[in-house]
């Protein structure tokens, strides 16, 4: 090839470069993925927000794409997280991990359109005005999570009818904590009982908090549906076990790890509805006329294995309510 024709090859490949990268970066519109929790237990709850999107026609890879940032328990850093997010320009944010990855969405996107998965109430926390008309930029589902306190409590006392102290584990760094510690103190008034309080917000916190409970002959363990917690599940229904500490959580992912007890709704159901909340956003509706969705369905998930592990007989009454038994 001679010269005048190389460099006349290579000016048309060097003009084609932009083109080609141009045309590989159009894989649709950017969703932020904002978390404090971390990947690896949570993948299955991704999963089934991608389920949700795909169920709405976006397919992360071909029309949409996702940028993940995970906090990993870190609250501090979800500020800096989301506003990363910002600067790169995405279409949307969705928030999971609780109320504190909810603020800071929307403390670092005042325009863009937020999705929020929150335990406690979003009105109570400022996210949105109103359930039925959120009226911002910000909707999403709310599993009043601290209001199923008192009904975990409820099924633990039909499990051990003679407890008579009860550990109750929260994260003093959730916001939260105090409302559901409001909630069982109200509860065990009616009931009783003495409540042990426990606190964890570091992996390590976990078993000097469990090994404090047997030390103060707690009768059983309530756990908080703390994201955080949901994320260390693994460990934590291994130290119940260790300890054999009888334990009710929060997610039947507990349950399936070998956990006692669950009761609440189905965290897998939230990431799914907001999947599809995504991709009717990302077709033109507005956050601000998509209503915050409530948990439609509860379920009591029984582990008879681990049951028998503890020595405990479930009473037939409670496994007749159960909507699954694990055996």
């Known amino acids: ?51 949700g999107l795909r169920e709405g026609g976006y397919v992360e890879g071909r029309n949409v794409r996702i940028e993940y940032r995970w906090a ?39 325009t863009i359109p937020i999705l929020f998965i929150v335990g406690p109430n979003p009105i109570g926390d400022g996210l949105v005005t109103s359930l039925n008309r959120p009226g911002g930029n910000a909707t999403g589902v709310a599993l009043f999570t601290s209001d199923l ?25 959730d916001a939260a904590h105090e409302l559901e510690t409001k909630y069982v103190e109200d509860a065990m008034r009616v009931t009783g009982q003495q409540m042990v309080l426990l606190g964890a917000s570091a992996e390590g916190d976990f078993e000097p908090a469990l090994v404090s409970a ?7 363990l309530l756990v908080s549906a ?25 997610w039947r992912e507990y349950a399936d790890a070998g956990g006692l007890m669950s009761y609440g709704p189905s965290i897998a159901g ?19 006329d998509l209503s915050v969705q409530g948990p439609t369905k509860y379920e009591l998930v029984i582990n008879l294995k681990t049951a028998k592990a503890l020595g405990l007989t479930v009473p037939p009454t409670l496994l007749a309510r159960a909507d699954e038994v694990i055996e």
């Not at 979800?78 to 109320?99: N, Q």
């Not at 047997?214 to 059983?220: E, G, K, L, M, S």
């Open 270 to 288: 939230a990431y799914h509805l907001i999947g599809r909340y995504a991709g009717r956003i990302l077709n033109g509706e507005r956050p601000a």
């Open 214 to 220: 047997v030390r103060q002959r707690a009768d059983a």
């Open 149 to 173: 306190l008192p009904k975990r409590l409820e099924l633990l006392e039909k499990l051990l009818p003679r407890a008579a102290r009860i550990a109750v584990l929260v994260n003093p760094t």
């Open 1 to 51: 090839m001679k010269r005048r024709e190389f460099i006349t090859v290579l000016g048309v490949a060097a003009a084609a470069w932009p083109l080609a990268a141009s045309a590989q970066d159009l894989t649709g519109p950017l969703i932020g993925f904002l978390s404090s929790a971390s990947p690896g237990p949570f993948a299955r709850f991704v999963d089934a927000f991608r389920k």
């Open 72 to 110: 990993e328990g870190e609250f501090a850093r979800l500020p800096e997280l989301a506003a990363d997010l910002v600067h790169r320009r995405v279409f949307l944010i969705v928030a999971t991990g609780g109320t504190v990855s909810a603020r800071a969405a929307k403390e670092a996107a005042a």
């Open 226 to 250: 703390n994201p955080f917690f949901t994320g260390q599940r693994v460990q934590l229904v291994a130290l119940a076990a260790r300890l054999a500490v009888p334990a009710g959580y929060p």
